[in-house]
């Protein structure tokens, strides 16, 4: 059974996702976002706090725990040591449909860039990559909708 879910967010550009998923984080009990890359943080590098995330995740990120890392590659390393299972959402020749999570341990949970995913660097250091199966024309959903099958699944 997991007791902790946290997330990486990596290279995800729009605030309004980003608001969206802290939401969601909330609202399914995770008990830490990591905003790595480009991602935009709930409070920017001048230490003012970001309007347009709080908006969208009405007052979520004061709510659920969270940091700015550096080193996405770092990070993993170390919840690796934690015992933590990492797996990130991308559609890869490697994927297994999302119902399939191992859930035997505590999961650090990986979201990519809206447009290019997951970066391969990444990929090669999960334990476990997963997928949604589309059934219509469109090859994806929205991060922000991802985020939320996925973590309801994992609950």
């Known amino acids: ?9 990596h290279n995800i550009r729009s605030t309004h996702n980003v608001g969206a998923i802290l939401r969601t984080a909330d609202a399914t009990g995770v008990s830490k976002v990591y905003f790595s890359g480009y991602t935009p943080a709930p409070i920017d590098r001048f230490g ?7 908006k969208a995740s009405l007052g979520a990120e004061k709510t659920v725990a969270w940091e700015s890392v550096e080193s996405d590659v770092e990070l993993i390393k170390r919840l690796k040591k934690e015992k933590f299972k990492i797996v990130a959402v991308e559609q890869d020749k490697r994927s297994i449909n999302y119902k399939k999570i191992t ?9 990519g860039n809206e447009v290019d ?39």
């Open 103 to 111: 859930k035997n341990k505590n999961i650090l949970l990986i979201l």
């Open 48 to 54: 003012r706090a970001r309007k347009d995330i709080s």
């Open 1 to 9: 059974m997991i007791s902790q879910i946290h997330l990486l967010l």
């Open 117 to 155: 995913g997951v970066d391969k660097l990444i990929l090669d250091l999960c334990d476990e990559i997963v997928e949604i199966p589309m059934l219509g024309i469109k090859e994806s959903l929205n991060v922000s909708v991802t985020a939320g099958i996925i973590l309801y699944a994992l609950r």
